[in-house]
């Protein structure tokens, strides 16, 4: 469980970075790496469903914001890339977590199923005793509501924040005003 640990302390570290760097695609490329541990964590807790759901939330969320970022920013092309003293802060920060995202990698794929091995352990309890315990006909809705209720409902949560994170971003800042009188 010190894999656990690891992370959380490697997500707090992310968050940190994302709040203190001054550059925004750095910030938000560190907010990416909280994302994905966050996945890293679902996937030490054995809910690699929301894992899945985690992932590719945070595939687009730092693609969107990346796009945003490049799109709104002026970047002078002319200028000359220095290597500065404040610049070796973020570089050791954004080497630490690929090496600790590789490693952690490393400990979590030996953990996870062979392609194509069938998994019907829970599967089975569930349908050995789903309808007894839950007396709902249907037993997809029965998993989903009654037994994975908190998973369910992790998913629910990661989707929604994400859709609201969208919708933030892409927004039209203020309203247009009305013809022929003072909108707001």
Same mark, same amino acid.
């Given at each position: 469980?010190?894999? /656990?640990?690891?992370?959380?302390?490697?997500?707090? @570290? #992310? *968050? !940190? /970075?994302?709040?203190?760097v001054k550059d925004l695609l @750095? #910030? *938000? !490329?560190?907010?990416?790496?909280?994302?994905?541990?966050? @996945?890293?964590?679902?996937?030490?807790v054995h809910a690699p469903d929301l894992a899945i759901v985690q992932i590719v939330v945070e595939i687009l969320a730092v693609v969107l914001f990346a796009a945003v970022i490049l799109r709104t920013t002026h970047v002078d092309s002319t200028v000359q890339l220095r290597i500065t003293p404040r610049m070796i802060f973020p570089a050791v920060m954004y080497g630490g977590f690929v090496v600790m995202f590789l490693v952690l990698l490393a400990h979590v794929l030996p953990e996870l199923p062979r392609f194509g091995?069938?998994?019907?352990?829970?599967?089975?309890?569930?349908?050995?005793?789903?309808?007894?315990?839950?007396g709902a006909a249907n037993l997809?809705?029965?998993?989903?509501?009654?037994?994975?209720?908190?998973?369910?409902?992790g998913e629910v949560v990661v989707l929604f924040t994400a859709v609201v994170g969208v919708l933030t971003v892409v927004r039209q800042v203020g309203y247009r005003s009305k013809p022929g009188g003072g909108g707001q």
């Open positions: 469980m010190i894999e /656990l640990y690891v992370v959380l302390f490697g997500m707090l @570290a #992310a *968050a !940190v /970075l994302a709040i203190e @750095a #910030a *938000a !490329v560190a907010m990416g790496m909280v994302g994905f541990s966050v @996945a890293i964590v679902f996937i030490l091995e069938p998994l019907m352990r829970v599967a089975g309890d569930y349908i050995a005793i789903g309808l007894r315990e839950t997809v809705a029965a998993v989903i509501l009654d037994f994975r209720a908190w998973d369910t409902l």
